[in-house]
């Protein structure tokens, strides 16, 4: 299998990710096939897939004419059998459950192509958790995206079974994707930025929960000595409190960490109040306009 | 004591940091007496205070003027007693040794007034290892300083018995400097801005130390997503990989911590070949124009 030779992308899931790997796919000139487990969902995820259109429109990714013409290389099938049989590579973005992931790709095996590449886009578990069960480990990888309408930086990551030509193969249709593959040389649970950050936000986080100062001092010490336009709380607000909250307490607890454990019960706290961030317009700040975007916010 | 009462700033300490918080305080129209132990280290501080004198004209901090008539402002003594008699706020940034620290503000309480107030610049210390010590433990906290060209934030941190009168007067004198106090509500080692920074760059090192990618892709990754123009091998160069050693290797040991060890180790590798970073010309990266600021570097 050549890069020349992937048309056709399966999409597995058709939440939050799902969406925006299948407009990059199709954007980028691939048929794309998004399959999930009903019908209703595939629904609103057909309707997320236009709004990502929509804001990679704005960010300037392509024009408004060409995500019309992506959004119709785009199909929909809640049929395994169909979601497969064409497929030349599959994105995978279900639920992160790695029996979920291993039952999925064992599935699919049975129906694709035997050169078909399997990638998976999961944030917290490793590939080499349902390596075997995919039926191909040699060609399965991670292939692992950030909010696509905000960086271009994507994961590449083998598991110890994964082929050098299936790391190439991915790596290239990354590129092809116009995306910045940080191709990892071993596995490596939470890859590379995502370690930085949760190492970054935790620090953040403890400092608050310990209270040895207020969000808005630490922020202002982040951002005034790192010349940035946002600390780590206004970040945690843009990821959501929620994403922020259940990654702290699933490493809390599988590390039976003390401080990450009061960590993961200050954030609880905000949703408690229904305060998620940005998309509930409340979290460490209200949006719009929160007051770490103000000019004074250093001296205020 | 009120700010107006302040006049006389004794800097403690001829290094790096004594250097930078006498020609900022100079600049800011106070009197300061710079102590160390030797003539021979006083004419060297006094060389690299005219140094920072010009590096802050450079960054726009004050007039070429202004800076002259600062340094006219400056004296220097080796004799404890003459520098302690005046001093009406003490900024001390002796070498990172407790007991040294302690005996030094124990030698200076019986020549000082009993109004001045005490501050340490410490990083790694806390003040309540040589609060007693210093005969004044309600006027003494830390005012510490990051590099004063490159930010304005200064943390202003207590020890459990400093009075909340001596919190409030040293956060005025910080404002008066044009400085931005973070102030901490309780004593906590590594204050703010470093234990985020710690926790973000022992992050890096441990991917880098364990061999999942390269120092490249570690902050190309960093860089792409966060969108700033630097990473955290590139801050490190910035920061000279002496003092990042230094303090990884000071905590590994301190927490037994095997990956922070394996920090250190690979740390020590890149001094025992003289890359100290930037200011040697050669650490992670080569100075000056490292490949990351190359207008390719996300795509070479």
């Known amino acids: 299998m050549k890069l020349t030779d992937i048309k056709t992308i399966l999409v597995a899931g058709a939440g939050t990710m799902g969406q925006q790997t299948a407009i990059l796919a199709a954007i980028s000139g691939y048929r ?45 099938t809640s049929d395994i059998k169909a979601a497969a049989v064409d497929a030349d590579l599959v994105m995978e973005s279900i639920p992160e459950d790695p029996e979920l992931k291993g039952k999925f790709f064992g599935a699919i095996n049975d129906h694709c192509k035997p050169e078909t590449i399997f990638t998976t886009n999961t944030s917290s578990l490793v590939p080499s958790m349902f390596a075997d069960r995919s039926g191909r480990p040699d060609k399965l990888c991670a292939l692992h995206f950030h909010d696509v309408t905000l960086s271009k930086i994507v994961d590449v990551m083998p598991h110890p079974g994964t082929s050098s030509q299936t790391m190439d193969l991915v790596k290239a249709f990354a590129e092809s994707m116009g995306q910045i593959p940080i191709v990892l040389a071993r596995e490596n649970n939470g890859y590379v930025f995502n370690n930085m950050l949760m190492s970054f936000i935790g620090s953040a986080l403890s400092l608050a929960a310990k209270g040895v100062t207020s969000i808005q001092e630490i922020d202002r010490s982040w951002m005034g000595v790192m010349h940035t336009s946002v600390g780590p709380f206004g970040i945690m607000d843009s990821i959501g409190l929620d994403t922020c909250w259940k990654v702290t307490s699933y490493w809390a607890n599988k590390r039976n960490d003390t401080q990450a454990k009061a960590n993961a019960a200050f954030l609880k706290g905000y949703l408690d109040k229904n305060m998620y961030g940005i998309k509930t317009g409340q979290g460490f700040y209200t949006y719009p306009d929160p007051i770490f975007s103000r000019p004074d916010f250093m001296t205020m």
């Open 32 to 76: 794309v096939v998004m399959y999930d487990i009903s019908d209703e969902i595939l629904a609103k995820g057909v309707e997320g897939i236009r709004k990502n259109g929509d804001r990679m429109v704005r960010v300037g990714v392509c024009t408004s004419d060409a995500c019309s013409l992506a959004l119709e290389q785009i199909t929909t």
